[in-house]
């Protein structure tokens, strides 16, 4: 079946149809305002002044409840011209407490009280607005069709016209043409008066109805953002301390053990020359060998800080480098891209260096895929390898500390690694 999509509709179909939504907002606005206005003042007062023998309460109660359904009214009113929804605003509730704390609530909820004003006042836009808009539609309308209806009106001998008190002479055409151009006038200036008129009544309401709710979403916001900036603090701090227990570790285990090594051997042929020449020439090959080692372990271990490959190339010859030296093949597809963040690059370098690390300690794994890619605003980093899985987040486990690392740098860090089908690895980044 041929489906064909509808034309667009023109400006002076959108203008029109604007009018009259706007127009419909209003006329509607103004009797609901006199209603409103009339019910909760009389409500509202008459429980305020039996308040003091408690008959008052239950008046004051029914109020906020009737206050809230016509500012639910008024929301959805206002959607079409505002062009945007509005939002329900958060009232008060408390399921846990007890019964007089669920029934006075509304007494407490800011939100109720601005509704309450919303219904006393509103009759103040709502006039305006009304006034506005009916004056504009009926100058449009008597002014365009005045010979239709000019003729019908009696008129003596001695009567004038408004033309003819301004001075613009008499007769039936002088009028008709008057007329006319005033209703040209108020046709061509209907649109921006009814739409400011609309508008004057929606953002009273909006502001009395709404605001209060779009602040507290602020507030939560701000709330979200302050919790995960300290989710971020607390995994950096995390993630810098397990990197320097590492490094400490790995300092311990290797150069500091052959340094000490190294000390023995040349105190020792120290002690050979005099005796034995050709074991103090063994002994201080020995030790060059020796220095040679610390000397390659250091590297790795600065490569491991902030390699030199990436602080002058970049990303994507860093990872060439480290895939060139993975004891598991590595298949890399890693995409030219332009220089990062200095931070960001030695975290995705990082993830996939203790990726890399990781598959070849323990997933017994013939193969690895490593594919680092910019997505959106992000950078999207992924190890894949089919090893034995089993791998997990969880604290105690390797990754651990990796996702610290990761969270850190405000990113999330995800792991498929279900036993025996392999571990994939999958970091997103953001670019800042």
Do not use: C
């Not at 009339?38 to 409500?43: A, E, N, P, Q």
């Not at 007890?98 to 007494?107: D, F, I, S, V």
């Not at 971020?232 to 227990?245: I, M």
């Amino acid at each position: 079946m041929t489906t064909y999509a509808s034309p667009a509709p023109s400006p002076l179909a959108r203008l029109s149809r604007q009018v009259l939504i706007d127009t419909q907002y209003v006329l509607v606005g103004f009797p609901l305002a006199m209603l409103t206005v009339t019910l909760f003042m009389t409500l509202f007062f008459t429980g305020v002044g039996t308040l003091i023998i408690w008959v008052g309460l239950p008046i004051l109660l029914a109020t906020f409840m009737v206050a809230r359904a016509f500012a639910m009214l008024e929301r959805a009113r206002i959607r079409p011209v505002l062009g945007r929804e509005v939002p329900q605003p958060y009232y008060k509730s408390r399921p846990d407490a007890g019964l007089l704390q669920r029934t006075l609530a509304p007494l407490t909820d800011s939100q109720y009280w601005l509704d309450l004003v919303h219904g006393m006042f509103r009759f103040i836009p709502s006039t305006i607005s009304f006034s506005l808009v009916v004056t504009w539609w009926a100058g449009a309308i008597g002014g365009l069709t005045a010979p239709l209806w000019d003729w019908s009106i009696p008129r003596g001998a001695d009567d004038q016209d408004l033309p003819e008190l301004l001075g613009m002479g008499d007769g039936t055409a002088t009028r008709l043409v008057f007329y006319i151009a005033l209703g040209i006038f108020f046709a061509g200036t209907l649109y921006p008066v009814a739409r400011v008129s609309a508008l004057l009544e929606a953002w009273f309401a909006r502001g009395l109805l709404s605001s209060l709710n779009d602040v507290r979403e602020q507030l939560a916001q701000a709330n979200a953002a302050t919790v995960v900036a300290q989710q971020q603090k607390a995994a950096a701090v995390s993630a810098e301390a397990t990197a320097l227990r590492r490094l400490e570790r790995d300092i311990h285990d290797g150069p500091q053990q052959r340094l000490v090594r190294l000390a023995m051997d040349l105190g020792r042929a120290e002690q050979q020359f005099t005796t034995d020449p050709e074991a103090a020439r063994a002994t201080v090959a020995e030790a060059l060998t020796q220095t040679r080692e610390t000397l390659d372990e250091l590297r790795a271990l600065s490569r491991g800080i902030a390699p030199p490959i990436l602080v002058d190339r970049g990303l994507q010859a860093a990872l060439m480098a480290l895939a060139g030296r993975s004891l598991v093949p590595v298949d890399l597809d890693a995409e030219q891209i332009e220089r990062l963040e200095p931070s960001l690059e030695s975290t995705a370098y990082f993830v996939v260096a203790e990726a890399l690390t990781n598959v070849a300690k323990h997933s017994h794994a013939n193969e690895v895929q490593v594919s680092v890619r910019r997505s959106g605003s992000g950078l999207l980093v992924s190890i894949a390898d089919d090893g034995v899985g089993g791998a997990s987040l969880a604290k105690g486990h390797g990754l651990a500390g990796l996702d610290d690392r990761v969270r850190a740098a405000g990113g999330v860090l995800d792991v498929e690694s279900p036993l025996g089908g392999g571990t994939r690895l999958t970091a997103a980044l953001p670019l800042f």
